[in-house]
T-cell receptor, first 115, second 113 residues
Framework: GAVVSQHPSWVICKSGTSVKIECRSL??????MFWYRQFPKQSLMLMAT?????????EQGVEKDKFLINHASLTLSTLTVTSAHPEDSSFYIC???????????FGPGTRLLVL | DAKTTQPTSMDCAEGRAANLPCNHS???????VYWYRQIHSQGPQYIIH???NNETNEMASLIITEDRKSSTLILPHATLRDTAVYYC??????????????FGGGTRLMVKP
């Protein structure tokens, strides 16, 4: 299947700092990418949908000014957690949909710990 | 998108077939059935999807009932590495803008030696 990578795989930061997570589709072009968040023992929750070259669409309850998403090319989307706080500690997972739109592939996830 | 119902957990003996059921009684005619799994601390892995016909690939088989109200994912020879949470998701298929996968609770499959 198609490959989606994320970087970094884990990050520890101090409260108040910003963290950028990259998501790349390695062997296909993704016009649409998704960002999910997963807290311990819970299922994945969709945070936002981003289409290449346009603004992201955020799910209800997700602050767009806190979670900045940039989908600058067909193979790269970034999520920046601004002014991170301990409650932002979570497992962040990106996903990319093939151009045909039939299948979504997921990255390996980024574990964020805010101290 | 239609909701799905899956058992919370299941056990399976190593080497035996694992049959994971999913109910999706409110599925619409244009909605596909997708299966993903998530091994601990990893991103979800695509397994298989189908519309109405049974499907098979190198990982699993998907059996969809004739009325499409339920389906079964079959792992023919489960190994310890198949221990994971398995998600059954129904979703309108191709190229719908913003049409994302929505995850429920899934089934926690434990493969035992």
């Amino acid at each position: 299947g198609a490959v989606v990578s994320q970087h970094p795989s884990w990050v520890i930061c101090k409260s108040g700092t910003s963290v950028k997570i990259e998501c790349r589709s390695l062997d296909f072009q993704a016009t649409t990418m998704f960002w999910y968040r997963q807290f311990p023992k819970q299922s994945l929750m969709l945070m936002a949908t981003s289409n290449e070259g346009s603004k992201a669409t955020y799910e209800q309850g997700v602050e767009k000014d806190k979670f900045l998403i940039n989908h600058a090319s067909l193979t790269l989307s970034t999520l920046t957690v601004t002014s991170a706080h301990p409650e932002d500690s979570s497992f962040y997972i990106c996903s990319a949909r093939t151009r045909r739109g039939e299948t979504q592939y997921f990255g390996p996830g980024t574990r964020l710990l805010v101290l | 998108d239609a909701k799905t119902t899956q058992p919370t957990s299941m056990d399976c003996a190593e080497g035996r077939a694992a049959n994971l059921p999913c109910n999706h009684s409110t599925i619409s005619g244009n909605e596909y059935v997708y299966w993903y799994r998530q091994i601990h601390s990893q991103g979800p892995q695509y397994i298989i999807h189908g519309l109405k016909n049974n499907e098979t690939n190198e990982m699993a088989s998907l059996i969809i009932t004739e009325d499409r109200k339920s389906s079964t994912l079959i792992l023919p020879h489960a190994t310890l590495r198949d221990t994971a949470v398995y998600y059954c998701i129904v979703r309108v298929g191709i190229s719908n803008a913003g049409n994302m996968l929505t995850f429920g609770g899934g089934t926690r499959l434990m493969v035992k030696p």
